[in-house]
C-alpha cells in the first residue's frame, strides 16, 4: 500500500502530465506590491509562515456555479516538528461550501478573498513547496456530493493549532481527491508547483503567487500588481492599473510573522489555566500542585511543533512568573485578612487532592 507521502506525489505527478498548455505563472515583484508589509526572509525557527488565496476570480463565461463547481486542490509541504524525517504533506481542498463565505459578484464574473490554506506552521529550515491548482467539477449530484465532503473534511479541524491532529484525517481528503480527480466531469482549469529551497540559493521570504488561466507566453510579468487591498491589477504603471478580469485566476501569498496570537487555541492551554488556579492560592499544597503543572507545561511548551524557539522561551518566562506573581498576591491578600476566615473552595480542595497521589 502505497504510503501518504507517495499518494500526494502521485496526485501531484498526474496533475503535472496532465498539464498541456502551460497557465501564467506569476512571482510578483517586491517593488508591484503595496500591501504594506515588510519583506525579511525567513530565518529557521524564529519566524511563522501561512498560505492565504487573497482573491479569486472566476469569469462568468465559463459557467462557473451553473454547470461546474470550483475547486481549489492545495499541497504545502514543508518540515513540520523535529527530526530529520519531518518532512510533512499538507493537503486542503476549497470549495463552494467555504468560498460562499467571501463570494463577491460583480460584473463579469466572482470573486472571492481571504481564504487560508495553510499555516500558522513555524519554518523549521529547508525548503518549502506550495501547489495550487484550480478544477471545474460537475454539477452532478455525485461529483458535487463528493466535493462537499471532501471539503468539509478538510475544514472540520483547525490545521494551525492541531496539525498532528489534522494529519491523521489528511488521508480521507486524499481518497475525496483522488475520487474527484478520476470522474470525467472533473475538469483542470490551471495548476502551479513551486519549490522553494534555501539550500538550493533560492530566497525565501514572503511573496505573492498568481496562477492565471491564459498561456503563459500571453502574460507579462511587468504589467501586473497587488494593492494594498490584495487585490491583483494589470497596467502598465501602478497608478494606471486596474482589477485583472480577463481571465480566471488566484492570487496567493506566503506572509510571515513572529509571533502567533492564537494561544488560547493551543492544545497546551487547558494546563495554563489549571496552573493559574493553583498559583492564586495562598495554600502550600496548591502552590506545589501550581509548580508542578508548570513544570509539565514548560515540557509542552518546548516539544509544541507549533511553537518557534523564541515563542516557547517567551511563554515559559511569561507564566512562570504569572504563576509567582499571583501566589505572592494570594499571601499579601491573607495577611492583611482579607480571606484569612474563608474556606478553601471546593475546586482547590479537588485540585488538591491530586497531590496524595504524588506524595508530596
Request: aromatic letters at 10%; proline letters at 5%.
Amino acid at each position: 500500500m502505497a504510503s501518504f507521502s507517495e499518494r500526494v506525489q502521485a496526485i501531484l505527478q498526474g496533475i503535472a502530465v496532465g498539464q498541456t498548455n502551460l497557465p501564467g505563472r506569476l512571482i510578483i515583484s517586491h517593488s508591484h506590491v503595496d500591501d504594506g508589509t515588510q519583506v525579511e526572509a525567513f530565518v529557521s525557527n524564529e519566524h511563522y509562515f501561512q498560505v492565504r488565496i487573497n482573491e479569486m476570480f472566476l469569469a462568468a463565461g465559463r459557467k462557473w456555479f451553473v454547470d461546474y463547481h470550483p475547486m481549489v486542490f492545495v499541497v504545502s509541504q514543508f518540515n513540520y516538528g523535529f527530526g530529520a524525517n519531518s518532512k510533512t504533506e499538507v493537503p486542503f481542498v476549497v470549495g463552494p461550501s467555504m468560498l460562499e463565505k467571501y463570494k463577491m459578484p460583480i460584473p463579469g464574473g466572482t470573486v472571492f478573498s481571504n481564504t487560508k490554506v495553510a499555516g500558522l506552521h513555524p519554518y523549521r529550515g529547508g525548503s518549502i513547496n506550495l501547489s495550487v491548482f484550480l478544477y471545474k467539477v460537475s454539477e452532478k449530484d455525485y461529483a458535487r456530493q463528493l466535493l462537499q465532503f471532501t471539503e468539509n473534511v478538510a475544514s472540520v479541524l483547525d490545521f494551525s493549532t492541531s496539525l498532528s491532529i489534522y494529519l491523521k484525517v489528511a488521508g480521507v481528503v486524499l481518497d475525496g481527491v483522488e475520487s474527484l480527480l478520476g470522474l470525467t466531469g472533473t475538469i483542470p482549469v490551471a495548476g502551479w508547483s513551486q519549490g522553494m529551497d534555501p539550500d538550493a540559493n533560492d530566497v525565501l521570504e514572503p511573496r505573492y503567487f498568481a496562477l492565471i488561466n491564459q498561456p503563459e507566453s500571453d502574460v507579462d510579468p511587468n504589467a501586473f500588481w497587488v494593492d494594498s487591498n490584495r487585490r491583483l491589477l494589470k497596467g502598465s504603471t501602478r497608478a494606471g492599473a486596474k482589477p485583472f478580469r480577463e481571465a480566471d485566476y488566484i492570487l496567493y501569498s506566503m506572509v510571515q510573522t513572529k509571533e502567533r496570537n492564537d494561544i488560547a487555541q493551543m492544545p497546551f492551554y487547558d494546563l495554563y489555566q489549571q496552573m493559574r488556579v493553583n498559583a492564586g492560592s495562598n495554600n502550600r499544597s496548591d502552590y506545589k500542585l501550581a509548580q508542578i503543572t508548570m513544570s509539565m507545561l514548560k515540557q509542552r511548551l518546548i516539544l509544541s511543533p507549533d511553537l518557534t524557539e523564541p515563542q516557547s522561551e517567551k511563554l515559559q518566562k511569561k507564566y512562570t512568573d504569572e504563576m509567582v506573581r499571583k501566589h505572592e498576591e494570594a499571601i499579601a491578600t491573607t495577611q492583611r485578612g482579607a480571606e484569612s476566615e474563608q474556606a478553601p473552595d471546593e475546586l482547590h480542595r479537588k485540585l488538591r487532592e491530586t497531590i496524595k497521589i504524588l506524595d508530596l
